[in-house]
């Protein structure tokens, strides 16, 4: 029967040993309680190199990394809190060392204090209770929070400064790992891996190992008690790992709630290399109970290694963003498995901007995961430094025949707004009408304009449809009198280009084409418009002026003007094209087109009304 060595392999007693004694306490110290009048910032000092948040090499001992922090409550002698869940963060030149320090409101008042501590700074706490997340995604170093650790509780007096480096002295507790640890390796005998490093293991447990850990600060001893739980690990190793050698071992580490298994219950493997499946037997569990504080070695015993037989090659054909990309998310239907995540969701970082002509190879091993993505559909989340964009693919019916298949499939980077129109309906927005001789009269009042298929967010005021799924039209109108004229301005508004991220500024660039047609053929007569942007929200209303013969655009910035609209075109056909663009836009910008119809003759008493068509409104980035 295969099993965890634990008992059979001598030369890991004596270091698991050294793990327990040495490594399963923390020491943390305050400094002191000087003085320190007026000073609210306070300090602690945990272990130095016995502490762990992320493993070495070894799999046996680690230290604490930049930006990690605590979390210290300190209660009164009569039950009230002077800090709750205070964070304390590392500082100072050497941060393996462990030296801590916050900012407190107020200084702490005189008396004892019983502390408690942990490690990380929990997701929600109600009182002494908290919450961790153990990740199923794990780096292979107990690092990110994973190495969840609680102090037993010490009464000290109030923390009061900070002191020079190497003072220890003072307040000194004893941090307690609430979870155990499985540490993978490859014995240095083993003949089938070769010169390969394992970089991703999958490990699927027969129970609930990982997910919202719930447990109490204020008693190390108390069951950790797991919700919204998983019995997958997925280890993404940061640091990849070969085989062992007789002086050094090199250890992929998984951390998993403590954990109780019936005889017979077995530990699945997935290993992978950069280009290679691992084939690694399964291990059996021995009916065991695996305690918080401990470690496990866990030989891996590969049988063998093997290409991948099937692969999808995502072939990105271009790039319409304008800039490249940083990550591309896979999303796949329900029931199917990416083997690079064990999920129906796997993350491409690949460390350079992906473009156009770059490939994205997805490789499986198992014939059934790979024909469960035939005839799908996979969402397209394309992550770039200034915008979140999304697209589709389509797998083709996959039929094999032999040992090997490859999907190819094409994928463009979207724009980062795209509008052809091809969903619109045909309808009358009453920009022609009248007459309108006073700016009350003229004004419009703007339509919701997903009731005519567009997506939600388009906005107009005097605009139409004449001919379904081709373009739109913006129109405008002068009534003229013999004392001047009044001016009815028809405008069009996009939705807000949500697509750029949050907090992000970005220059854009602007491409449509259009055309133009009017009522009649009064030579003196002529069309006027811009495209320019707008940060209001909501459905906006047409606007109007009177006796002004100059164009007079209101609620539009950054516009240029439209030139040479025609005066007798059509919804179905483009004649010209134009780009605009806008050095400075956000999540909240919107574009939007104005239109008005511009002469006047003093003598004539007439109206006339005018419009533009617009359609294949193209965004891109714009930074350079």
């Keep these: 029967m295969r099993r965890i060595w634990i ?137 990110g929070g994973s190495d969840i650790m609680i102090a037993s509780p010490v009464e000290h007096g109030p923390l009061s400064w900070i002191p020079e480096y190497e003072d220890h002295s003072g307040l000194s507790m004893h941090m307690n790992r609430m979870m155990h640890q499985f540490r993978f390796f490859v014995p240095s005998d083993n003949t089938v891996l070769g010169d390969e490093e394992i970089t991703r293991i999958v490990l699927t447990f027969p129970a609930d190992v990982v997910g919202n850990v719930a447990l109490d600060v204020s008693d190390p001893g108390a069951d950790a008690v797991l919700s919204d739980a998983s019995g997958v690990i997925s280890l993404e190793l940061s640091d990849p790992i070969g085989l062992s050698s007789e002086n050094e071992s090199e250890y992929a580490c998984a951390v998993l709630a403590p954990t109780s298994f019936s005889p017979g ?28 504080g401990h470690s496990t070695p866990v030989r891996l015993n ?65 014939a059934g995961e790979y024909m469960a993505f035939s005839n799908k559909d996979i969402h397209l989340t394309f992550d770039s430094d200034h915008a979140i964009t999304t697209a589709s693919s389509h797998v083709s019916p996959i039929t094999i025949s032999g040992n090997t298949h490859v999907s190819n499939i094409t994928a463009a980077i979207p724009y980062l707004f795209e509008e052809n129109f091809s969903t619109l309906v045909t309808y009358n927005g009453d920009y022609n009408g009248g007459p309108y001789t006073s700016v009350n009269g003229a004004t419009t009042a703007g339509r919701d304009l997903s009731q005519y298929g567009l997506r939600s967010g388009w906005t107009g005021a005097r605009t139409g449809c004449d001919a379904a799924g081709t373009a739109i039209l913006v129109g405008g109108r002068v009534d003229c009198v013999i004392a001047g004229a009044t001016r009815a301005y028809g405008r069009l508004d996009s939705p807000a280009l949500n697509c750029i991220k949050p907090g992000v500024s970005t220059g854009i660039r602007v491409d449509f084409d259009y055309s133009g047609n009017r009522d009649d053929d009064y030579s003196h007569y002529y069309t006027a418009g811009v495209c320019g942007t707008t940060t209001e929200s909501g459905v906006l209303s047409g606007y109007a002026t009177q006796f002004n013969n100059d164009p007079s655009w209101t609620g539009v910035y ?24 806008v050095a400075e836009c956000d999540a909240e910008t919107r574009l939007s087109w104005h239109a008005v119809v511009m002469g006047y003759k003093s003598w004539k008493i007439d109206n006339e009304g005018g419009w533009i068509y617009i359609d294949n409104v193209k965004v891109q980035i714009a930074n350079q």
Excluded at 73 to 86: E, I, V
Excluded at 270 to 286: E, G, H
Excluded at 323 to 351: H, Q
Excluded at 558 to 581: E, N, Q, R, Y
Aim: charged share 15%; hydrophobic share 35%.
């Design 7 to 143: 008992d059979s392999i001598r030369m890991f007693l004596s270091l698991s040993a050294l793990f327990l004694s040495a490594s399963c306490q923390v020491d943390i110290q305050d400094f002191g309680s000087g003085s320190g009048s007026g000073r609210h910032e306070v300090g602690i000092y945990a272990g130095g190199a016995r502490t762990r948040t992320e493993m070495l090499s070894n799999g046996l001992s680690a230290v604490w990394t930049a930006g990690d922090n605590l979390a210290v409550w300190a209660k009164s002698s009569a039950g009230s809190f002077a800090l709750s869940r205070q964070i304390f963060t590392t500082y100072g030149i050497d941060s393996e060392k462990g030296y801590f320090k916050s900012d407190l409101v107020s200084a702490m008042e005189d008396g004892r204090y019983t502390y408690y501590c942990c490690y990380p700074v929990p997701s929600s706490v109600s009182g002494t209770d908290v919450v961790f997340n153990l990740p199923s995604v794990q780096d292979g170093k107990a690092s």
């Design 265 to 292: 219950q077995m530990l699945d493997i997935k290993a992978y290399t950069s280009s290679k499946v691992v084939l690694v037997d399964p291990v059996d569990l021995c009916g065991r109970t695996f305690e918080a």
């Design 302 to 366: 590969v049988r063998s290694i093997a290409d991948y037989p099937y692969q999808m090659i995502f072939t990105i054909t271009a790039n319409n963003l304008g800039e490249g990309v940083n990550s591309v998310i896979f999303t796949a239907p329900e029931g199917c498995i990416w083997p690079s995540s064990g999920t129906n969701v796997y993350e491409y970082r690949p460390g350079h901007k992906i473009t156009a002509g770059d490939q994205i190879a997805i490789r499986f091993f198992d």
């Design 558 to 581: 950054d516009f240029v003007s439209i030139p040479d609209i025609p005066l007798s075109g059509s919804a179905s056909s483009m004649s010209k094209s134009m780009t605009m663009t």
